[in-house]
């Protein structure tokens, strides 16, 4: 299984972008059967989940980047995504995706995304 991560970059305060993450080796019962989410980790922070959307849809968000920030998923393609507006130079991380199946939780390689002021 792999979780292949894209959609970082360099952008300005207020800006958008959005990180998609494939998941390939992985059967679609499977990825459709588990949570799924993103994490970041700023240099010098420690790790924290930014969001998630469980198999049935509900999602949930670090409070900072609510109302900015918005999860969703593509079962029949077995790709996630985090929406992103409103950047702000603190969101500067590198932003992981990672799938968490019944037995085990697999991570990508992390994107980085940059926000400027």
């Known amino acids: 299984v792999q979780l292949q991560a894209s959609g970082g970059g360099s952008v300005q305060a207020r800006e958008s972008l959005r990180l998609t993450c494939v998941a390939s080796g992985m059967i679609l019962s499977t990825f459709s059967g588990s949570d799924v989410g993103w994490y970041r980790q700023a240099p010098g922070k420690q790790r924290e989940l930014v969001g998630m959307?469980?198999?049935?849809?509900?999602?949930d968000y670090l409070g900072s980047v609510t109302g900015r920030f918005t999860i969703s998923r593509v079962n029949g393609r077995k790709t996630l995504y985090l929406q992103m507006n409103s950047l702000q130079p603190e969101d500067t991380a590198v932003y992981s995706c990672?799938?968490?199946?019944?037995?085990?939780?697999?991570w990508g390689q992390g994107t980085l995304v940059t926000v400027s002021s």
């Open positions: 959307i469980t198999s049935g849809g509900k999602t």
């Open positions: 990672h799938v968490k199946t019944l037995y085990q939780t697999y």
